[in-house]
């Protein structure tokens, strides 16, 4: 507890941020020697004003942070600094990287990283798509990171876990304020495998502007970030920017040319961002090339040779996007209980997918 002391207090100061904060710890190699410098020496070395020198040489540590760091070992919590050797290493050369994280389950590198993000408000398409995405990029070693929001966030998560791979949550709030509450227990299953991490003290809030600034973490952790879905106002647009603020690749994931879910995502792919229809389109931009290769995908349970005429009728019918059965039946002018069947051979042979309100998509 007591290393942490002076962490907690360079950072408390007055006018430093994350930014600031690595500037010092570069030029003077810890919070310790930044504290017991002098104003004159904090001013000719560090080139900051006169009153923020003299408010980092009288610092204390702040109020209440012997309770949050109570709490955050009551909890099982981690607190990992800048300078720890399991400090996240792509989140390290950012320009403003937390000063201090904290983690529950445990930080590693040795996996690649891709973020994946999008509306809360997702369409079954959306949160089809990116679970698939996330399921094939974490079969092949690479670990998901994301923001537990509903939604997109949660889907990838999901995906990830399905195939017992490992995914990384970052919140906008402290790590002893779950939010949203609702994914209390997937938090749970992530950080049993992976890590659910947070810049924010522990008994933080999920305040509005927190958001924002956590958005620079999850790309920050990344080789590059897949927008999934999202509207051009969508906040999934914010860790787009960042990512390339960071130098870090941006995908995108296309959606019909008429849903407002996906208007920023197209946007996004007219500004330059790689569209991607197939895993392999994140994998062939990764530094590892070799990774395209790593964990082939297990076969699907059936081929489409051995589903019955019918069947392929109806699959050439289906798309991602889900449609009514009785929509369905009336395009290809069948009895909805042949048609029933017919659906029912196609979700047991794995190529189908149903969804609630008897709808009916192809899966990816």
Known sequence: MERLLPWFTLAGVRGIGPHLFKRLLETFGSPETVLASGPLMLRSRAGISEPLARAIASAKPPEGVRANLAAAHAAGVRIVTFNDADYPVLLRQIPDPPPLLYALG???????????????????YGLNTGRDLASHLARRGITVVSGLALGIDT???????????RTVAVLGSGLGHIYPPENRRLARRIADTGAVVSELPMSAG????????????ISGMSLGTVVVEASRRSGALITARMALDQNREVFAVPGSIGSLKSAGSHHLI?????????????????????????????????????????????????DAYPVHIDVL????????????????????????????????????
């Open 106 to 124: 445990e930080l590693s590198d040795a996996a690649p990283a891709i973020a994946m993000v999008g509306a809360r408000s997702a369409t079954e």
């Open 206 to 217: 999920p305040d509005a502007h927190h958001f924002p600034r956590r958005n620079r973490i």
């Open 155 to 165: 889907a990838v998560h999901l995906g990830a876990l399905d195939v017992e791979g």
């Open 270 to 318: 007219h500004q330059g961002a790689k569209l991607v229809a197939r895993v392999e389109d994140i994998l062939e931009e990764l530094p590892d090339a070799s990774l395209a290769g790593d964990c082939a995908d297990p076969p699907v349970k059936a081929s489409t040779a051995a589903i019955s005429t019918d069947g392929q009728t109806v699959l050439a019918a289906l």
């Open 329 to 364: 039946a009336r395009k290809l002018q069948l009895p909805a209980g042949s048609l029933a069947g017919t659906l029912l051979e196609l979700e047991l042979a794995g190529v189908v997918l149903q969804w609630p309100g008897k709808r009916f998509a192809r899966k990816p």
